[in-house]
């Protein structure tokens, strides 16, 4: 937390791991070290003073030591691609297209890549035209670009409860003020739409847009069942409110074919958000929006002055996978190496879990959201789970008020199914622990 508490202190070599009990030696630290006392603390501007470190940052340095079961990161497993293969295309493409990969483009992004994205939304019946599309830096640019263009301080976003985090922390960088809307096993709830789009305007507020992940949520691991998804278009419809639909893992189910995309039936009302990183690499970097013609516009502005353009190598690399390789059978792959590793979660977790835990049950996607007994507070657990060589990360992280506590983002598209196995069982011990110590001590031991 470089900026929290006690703003402006910053301790030397200061990671997050240190609240997770690791110790700051002389060999940890950076060679130029940073100064104590940040001699520049008032002249920030005011959206970077609350800037903070997320949850999931915290967890990285720490959850990579190879004797941690991970459940926390979120990263796909690229090591499945094949990557020699891919390494003799890039070669490939820089020796007979390098003078193009390796110079400027439009900021909208390579038009072929475009033509190329509107083949893969099609597969979740979105018709677009390669002009409607915008290629960004992932989607995470995205998020930030649709930010910059529609938030100003104290502006109303309405998001699930729980919310991505990367979301929300978009969102608060440009100092929104994000309202948590219910979800159920069938994703976000009609009536607690309503419900939030009257309480705001009963405040004389309007909220900018709605932020939903309808497939296989991150955290929640849910899916938005088909038959709300026309009622939540309606009421957002007769609100004038934005959709933003940020769909990562629509590709990724395990059973049957991709849902419709909210996209599908409103060209007007939703702003569409894609990205490779699920389905080719995250490394790449390579996302995309779909806009209605004038937010578009404005998204392509915003790209320029932040980006100038994005990258041609990352883009015609793209364009080249989706040209040359069967990129539609690696994505069938991928959904059979993630959907074993659900597997092996949920069957862990009926297994080992101690009574008062609950799980949802997600088709597709990375993550299994865990609700802990009562009384159990999943963030600060954290620090002995991590002692016993198992990493999740709490719920806190996936609600701008910090609430969320009882729950834990368990995500298994990383370790291989034995190591899901034995994280859970760790996982399951320090639980029963925790539950032990609040059976002795009170809840707030
Ligand atoms: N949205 C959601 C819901 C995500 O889970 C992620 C990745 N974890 C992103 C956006 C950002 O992905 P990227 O920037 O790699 O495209």
Redesign the pocket.
Known sequence: MILGGDRGVVPPGQTEPMTLGEAVTPETQPISQPQRIDRYVGQYAERAVDMVASEIRALFAVAARPEIVSLAG?SPYVAALPLDVVGDMIGQLIASQGATALQYCTAQGDARLRERICDVMALEQVRAHPDEVVVTV???QA?DLMARIFIDPGDVVLVEAPS?V??LGAFAAYQADVVHVAMDDDGLIPEALEEAIRRAAAAGRRAKFLYT?PNFH?PAGVTLAAGRRHRILDICRRAGLLVVE?N?YGLLGFDGEPMRALRADDTEGVVYLG?F?KTFA?GV?V?WAVAPTAIREKLILAAESAVLCHSSFSQLTVREYLDTQPWYEQIKDFRELYRERRDATLSALSRMMPPGCRWTRPTGGFYVWLRLPDGINAKAMLPRAISSRVAYVPGTGFYADGSGAQYARLCYSFPAPDRIGEGIRRLASVIETEVQLRDDFGPAH
């Open positions: 979120g992932g989607s995470q998020l991505y990367g979301a992940v991150n940020d990562p990205t990183s995250a970097r996302g």
